[in-house]
Nanobody, 115 residues
Framework: QVQLVESGGGLVQPGGSLRLSCAAS????????MGWYRQAPGKQRELVAA???????NYADSVKGRFTISRDNTKNTVYLQMNSLKPEDTAVYYC?????????WGQGTQVTVSS
């Protein structure tokens, strides 16, 4: 079973930046794909960005050009660099790992964009 621990959330002003980290309990070489999802109050959880074993990435239209997902295989960690943050980016951000037919989730980290 893969355990995921997120960190890096917090309060930031509009236009600011944050970097989220997701540390996996095992080598991410064995994980098919990892991604970041978010869930705002009263809304469904949505995919923000994902990266697969081959390094292919995809992004939600709402974050393209502002967010970047990356992975460091030596640290078993996936990152989400978030720039030009907007109030509508406010949500709990969850890390996800897909391994075969199984999905694993972190506990979530709060991101609040407000002046």
């Amino acid at each position: 079973q893969v355990q995921l621990v997120e960190s890096g959330g917090g309060l930031v002003q509009p236009g600011g930046s944050l970097r989220l980290s997701c540390a996996a309990s095992e080598s991410i070489f064995s994980i098919d794909a990892m991604g970041w999802y978010r869930q705002a109050p009263g809304k469904q959880r949505e995919l923000v960005a994902a990266i697969n074993w081959g390094g292919y990435t995809n992004y939600a239209d709402s974050v393209k050009g502002r967010f970047t997902i990356s992975r460091d295989n030596t640290k078993n960690t996936v990152y989400l660099q978030m720039n030009s943050l907007k109030p509508e980016d406010t949500a709990v951000y969850y890390c996800n790992a897909a391994l075969g037919s199984e999905d694993y989730w972190g506990q979530g980290t709060q991101v609040t964009v407000s002046s």
